[in-house]
């Protein structure tokens, strides 16, 4: 991503629909040094927020389109630095992965760290000795608005340096799953199984489509919950 003239942690700003969800991503960002906040009030982020210094905003996957086409278009032209990630799922471990990537992309080179979907497996190469983590992500209820997961860490240690295989236990499905890498402060993540279409389908294409269920409001300002 592109380097933000700010000093001082990256700025988080989650837009999601789930109330456990952006609140348990809050703390899992927040745990990791960034500065976040989460809202599921779309029609109220440029009121409730000052975007003109954010670093990364991530969409979660409940968002209507309408909203997030114009919610990218004036962030963009208040935060020209900004970074856009689409959640994959409603995880906050993962999410927060999912950051942790994007804030560094240019520190690794996608041809070292990839996912082998044949062999599920993580194949890696190190210049240096390193710490290692890789953890993986699944769901396990899809029923909104509070979708369940489960997570697992698959290893965790240093690694010399040269090529690695690490294998995805049998215990992560084939549906709704994620892993992600991390090595150093540095991050990758990885769609193991989709998203099934009797989820996907549920996406709003508007703010007014109410095919979902209604949800407690969540706008997190700084420590506040």
Known sequence: ????????????LVI????????????ALRAKGYSADATNQFDRVLDDYDVSDLDVLVFGGMVPADAR???REDISGRSPHVTFVQGLAGIAGLIAAQVQAAISAEDLDNRDVTYD????????????????????????????????????????????????????????PSEASFAGVSIG??????????MPGSVT?????????????????????????
């Open 1 to 12: 991503m592109n380097t933000s003239p700010r000093s001082g942690p990256e700025r988080i």
């Open 16 to 27: 999601g629909r789930s109330p456990s969800v952006l609140v348990a991503t809050v703390d």
């Open 69 to 71: 086409r114009q919610l």
């Open 117 to 172: 979907e044949a062999r599920r497996s993580v194949q890696l190469t190190l210049n240096d000795c390193a710490h290692v983590t890789v953890e993986a992500w699944w769901h396990t209820s899809f029923v909104p608005p509070e979708p369940r997961s489960a997570s697992v860490r698959v290893f965790d240690g240093q690694l010399d340096a040269g090529p690695h295989t690490i294998p995805l236990p049998d215990q992560v």
């Open 185 to 194: 402060s540095s991050a990758r993540v990885f769609t193991v199984g989709p």
């Open 201 to 225: 389908q549920l996406v709003p294409a508007t703010a007014t489509d109410n095919q979902l269920p209604p949800v407690s409001q969540v706008t997190t300002n700084g420590d506040e919950r």
